[in-house]
């Protein structure tokens, strides 16, 4: 199973909210990231988390709060988002070094 | 700095029209590279990894190959549902970043 789970799907939010994405998968996999994707452009990497740690936060502004409860689940704190943050927001996942990563559905946001 | 390059931009086939995508590629140390399909609002979906130079890789339609300096992804015989952003990456010395291309749209016109 090559699975990378993401909820929600599509996320609508006002400047002044509070809310979060969640990933998921059941591969082992000891590498997660979040990723942020605007149109026609391809991923661009926002933090990654190895073996349950934050390796590598790409300065990304602290209203995107990244969080790893465990091994299997990576989650993404938002609160006083700009417009500017509407995107799709894709997690991934990757086995090891020089190993490919498997993504996620994403989740659409929008925001107001 | 790893580059990675992909041409054309885009490209419209008609169904059964065969061609190639490239990915050009420059690194200090080659870890592999990745070709990724995305279609519109979804995440990318992995479709193959790659090595060594002279590696072949296939999957019903789609062929990749990896030289030196480049990789050729061939689409034969093309269909519609093939329509979609094709993707090539580099991971980085220590394996946690990829570089990406800027995809090559595909459309395969019936």
């Known amino acids: 199973d090559t699975e990378v789970t993401q909820t929600p799907k599509h996320l609508v939010m006002g400047m002044t909210n509070k809310k979060s994405l969640k990933c998921e998968q059941h591969?082992?996999?000891?590498?997660m990231y979040w990723y942020k994707q605007k149109a026609k452009k391809p991923p661009e990497l926002m933090f990654v988390y190895s073996y349950e740690k934050l390796s590598i936060n790409e300065s990304v502004p602290s209203r995107f709060s990244p969080e790893c409860p465990n091994s299997s689940l990576l989650n993404l704190h938002l609160h006083a988002l700009q417009p500017e943050d509407s995107a799709l927001y894709l997690c991934?996942?990757?086995?090891?070094?020089?190993?490919?990563?498997?993504f996620g559905p994403g989740t659409r946001l929008t925001v107001l | 700095e790893d580059q990675v390059t992909q041409s054309p931009e885009a490209l419209r086939l008609q169904e059964g029209e065969s061609s190639s995508l490239n990915c050009s590629y420059t690194?200090?140390?080659?870890?592999?590279l990745f070709w990724y399909r995305q279609d519109p609002g979804k995440g990318p979906e992995f479709l193959f990894t790659?090595?060594?130079a002279g590696e072949e890789k296939e999957k019903e339609r789609l062929k990749a190959t990896l030289t030196k300096k480049e990789s050729f992804l061939h689409i034969t015989a093309p269909k519609p549902e093939d329509s979609a952003t094709y993707l090539c990456a580099v991971p980085e010395t220590s394996g946690s970043r990829l570089t990406f291309g800027e995809g090559t749209q595909l459309t395969v016109n019936p």
């Open positions: 591969m082992g996999h000891r590498a």
């Open positions: 991934a996942s990757r086995r090891g070094p020089a190993y490919e990563q498997f």
């Open positions: 690194v200090s140390g080659l870890r592999g």
């Open positions: 790659l090595y060594s």
